[in-house]
């Protein structure tokens, strides 16, 4: 044998070691929670305070300004709000206390159920339907469990 066969068949039976010895079939099966929480968010935004040159300009700006804020309200609850604080003491007194807050998520699926304006402040609601987000999920970020596994020899 020339040291290319013995290479070939040397390459061969070292490839033939790494394949499993037995070849599996795994089917899968979705999970779907048990329930399915609805929930709502209130964003509020005042309108005179706007930048605008009319008023209609204002209402518009106001009516974004309290999407944003429902959105905003919505990721708190469902990511929770990341709090940071310091303080600072001399001679044991207190003489600067700093408190700041922040949020950071994505919302998929909610959608607006009623904005409406009262006095000078407009008011959005918003509604976040977790079996709407479930489906969403579903297509990209399948939840699934394994249902069976056949082995074959």
Not at 7 to 33: D, F, I, Q
Not at 71 to 89: H, P, S, W
Not at 108 to 123: E, H, L, M, N, P
Request: net charge negative; aromatic share 10%; hydrophobic share 40%.
């Amino acid at each position: 044998m020339t040291a290319w066969h013995t290479l070939v068949v040397l390459t061969a039976v070292l490839a033939g070691g790494c394949s499993p010895l037995v070849n599996r079939h795994v089917e899968y099966a979705p999970v779907k929670p048990d329930a399915f929480p609805v929930l709502t968010a209130v964003g509020y935004a005042p309108i005179s305070v706007q930048h605008g040159d009319s008023n209609e300009h204002k209402m518009l700006q106001a009516m974004k300004a309290s999407k944003l804020d429902a959105y905003r309200e919505l990721t708190e609850v469902v990511y929770g709000q990341k709090i940071d604080a310091t303080n600072q003491l001399r001679a044991m007194v207190l003489e600067d206390e700093h408190l700041s807050s922040s949020v950071k998520g994505v919302i998929s699926g909610a959608r607006v159920i009623k904005t409406y304006a009262i006095d000078d402040v407009y008011v959005t609601e918003l509604e976040l339907d977790f079996e709407q987000v479930y489906h969403l999920y579903q297509n990209t970020q399948p939840r699934q469990t394994i249902k069976s596994v056949r082995y074959y020899y």
